[in-house]
Antibody
């Protein structure tokens, strides 16, 4: 069964850091690009970042550029996002999602259950 | 303010056909394919349409997508109570070098 399982969410103070992880199983992880998508309470979906499966090329939303770093370890079938300088507006449920191709972004066909990040003092 | 524009709400009665629009620009919908997601309350989003008009396996053919110029639409025929959910369109944006979402449309089945 194809599955994604996020972890690492929690409560962090403004200005703090957090690292989210996503464990993938049931598919050839290195053959697919991966993305992070977030959803603030009561709000819509916001794409955060993506990384290709082949050359590791990365992409970021302007709202997180310079603060978040996406990475992957194909040997561990794992996706990560390092979040620094966190702000109140970064509070959200963060979803890990599998793209449908190695380096094209025309759909995310598998989603994790999400992990919640709360930013508060 | 989302880069892609969707109506905030839509509604229909069981059996009816409803459409949800998604408007963008030349840098996103105009030059890339569109995907649509369904999000039931309290759950993760689910891919409904990719490459503007393709359905993943398991998605009923009641759901269909189309694209013309810088706009796209999702059509749901034979509306069912279980279709009540939030629907989001998305596309890659070449200017932003990232994916953009619509603000979402809440579909109510009356």
């Amino acid at each position: 069964e194809v599955q994604l399982l996020e972890s690492g969410g929690g409560l962090v103070q403004p200005g703090g850091s957090l690292r989210l992880s996503c464990a993938a199983s049931g598919f050839t992880f290195s053959s697919y690009a991966m993305s992070w998508v977030r959803q603030a309470p009561g709000k819509g979906l916001e794409w955060v970042s993506a990384i290709s499966g082949s050359d590791g090329r990365t992409y970021y939303a302007d709202s997180v550029k310079g603060r978040f770093t996406i990475s992957r370890d194909n040997s561990k079938n794992a996706l990560y996002v390092q979040m620094n300088s966190l702000r109140a507006e970064d509070a959200a449920v963060y979803y890990c999602a599998k793209e449908m191709a190695v380096a094209n972004y025309y759909g995310m066909d598998v989603w994790g259950q999400g992990t919640t990040v709360t930013v508060s003092s | 303010q989302s880069v892609l524009t969707q109506p905030p709400s839509a509604s229909g009665t069981p059996g009816q056909r409803v459409t949800i629009s998604c408007s963008g620009s030349s840098s996103n919908i105009g030059s890339n394919t569109v995907n649509w997601y369904q999000q039931l309350p309290g759950t993760a989003p689910k891919l409904l349409i990719y490459r503007s008009n393709q359905r993943p396996s398991g998605v009923p053919d009641r759901f269909s997508g189309s694209k013309s110029g810088t706009s796209a639409s999702l059509a749901i025929s034979g509306l069912q109570a279980e279709d009540e959910a939030d629907y989001y369109c998305a596309a890659w944006d070449d200017s932003l070098t990232g994916r953009v979402f619509g603000g979402g449309t809440k579909l109510t089945v009356l």
